[in-house]
């Protein structure tokens, strides 16, 4: 499956769960002085959950471009971008976690395939709402992992805007990825790859960071694009997928080196193609 096959697939999906499509907006945010560039799937969104708008549907869903200057430091690793595409499905006071979380594993194990043996789950501290949940779609206990805000709660963007705990979805790369006895996803080893967080919407955080509960309950997920490809391609990294090979193979073809040859020469012809990626998009 292609990167542009994945990304109709999902969309498809959620059209199917009555959810409409909506474009993505531009990688400058339109009337949000709180961010300088869009850095997730929610933030055209952001008004539909504070109820200063209107949504067009209480159910959306969108693919969109995203840019998060935090990680240009880790660019040329193999889990993180600064330019990425985010699938996302959104409630705006609809359905909460019970279908976002049946959703979200419908789509994984029966869109694409992916072998349950090789999922884990993170949720937040003290969210027993959504263990159950997780629990009662077949995923065992053993395999549901508890994590701190640090992990497992999202938001807002910028430094206000709505925000509250999530549960995500990672690929277990195998045991011979793993950094020793403990290792877990909410490691930052290479053995565990987060592909879906799926963030129960539910307060907003202000300057002074107090949380006060949103006037209605929403769901806010974002799937990984480049992260998924990966999985469902069977590579080790994004670069390998048909998103970034071609691009890799032209630096290849510019700078006379091959790739896989050298640890730094791979790492810089990473970070040059993420980079000339990431600004295609900025200008356009």
């Known amino acids: 499956m292609t ?17 409409k499509r909506i474009e993505s907006s531009s990688l400058i945010p339109h009337g949000d002085p709180t ?21 067009p549907s209480p159910r959306l869903a969108s693919c969109q471009k995203c840019f ?14 600064t330019f990425f595409e985010m699938l996302g499905n959104f409630s705006i006071g609809d359905y909460f976690k019970k279908e976002a979380i049946s959703w979200a594993w419908e789509f994984v194990l029966d869109w694409l395939k992916i072998p349950k043996e090789k999922l884990w789950i993170t949720i937040f501290l003290d969210d027993d709402e959504a263990s159950r949940y997780w629990r009662e779609i077949g995923v065992s206990a053993e395999r549901i992992v508890r994590c701190g805000e640090k992990d497992n709660f999202w938001g807002p963007a910028g ?47 202000d300057a002074q960071k107090k949380r006060t509960p949103l006037p209605r309950k929403n769901i806010d997920t974002g799937m990984g694009l480049e992260r998924t490809a990966t999985v469902i391609q069977g590579k080790r990294s994004f670069y390998d997928t048909d998103l970034f090979a071609p691009i890799i193979q032209r630096v290849s073809q510019l700078t006379g080196r091959k790739y896989g040859d050298n640890e730094k020469a791979d790492r810089a012809m990473r970070i040059v193609a993420e980079h000339g990626r990431a600004v295609v998009f900025l200008i356009a």
């Not at 096959?5 to 959620?14: H, N, P, Q, S, V």
């Not at 935090?70 to 889990?79: L, M």
């Not at 195998?174 to 950094?179: A, I, M, N, T, V």
Request: net charge negative; aromatic share 14%; glycine share 12%.
């Open 3 to 19: 990167g542009d096959e994945l990304r109709e697939k999902y969309l498809i999906f959620f059209e199917q769960k009555g959810h």
């Open 35 to 55: 961010l300088l560039l869009t850095s997730a799937g929610m933030v055209q969104f952001k008004p539909y959950f504070t109820g200063e708008a209107v949504p």
């Open 68 to 81: 998060r200057t935090t990680d240009i430091g880790s660019v040329g690793n193999f889990k993180h971008l």
């Open 159 to 205: 430094e206000t805007g709505p925000c509250g705990p999530c549960s995500e979805i990672h690929y277990d790369f195998g045991e011979q990825h793993s950094c020793g006895p403990d290792c877990s996803p909410s490691c930052g080893c290479g053995r565990f790859l987060e592909i879906w967080n799926l963030v129960f919407t539910e307060y907003y955080q």
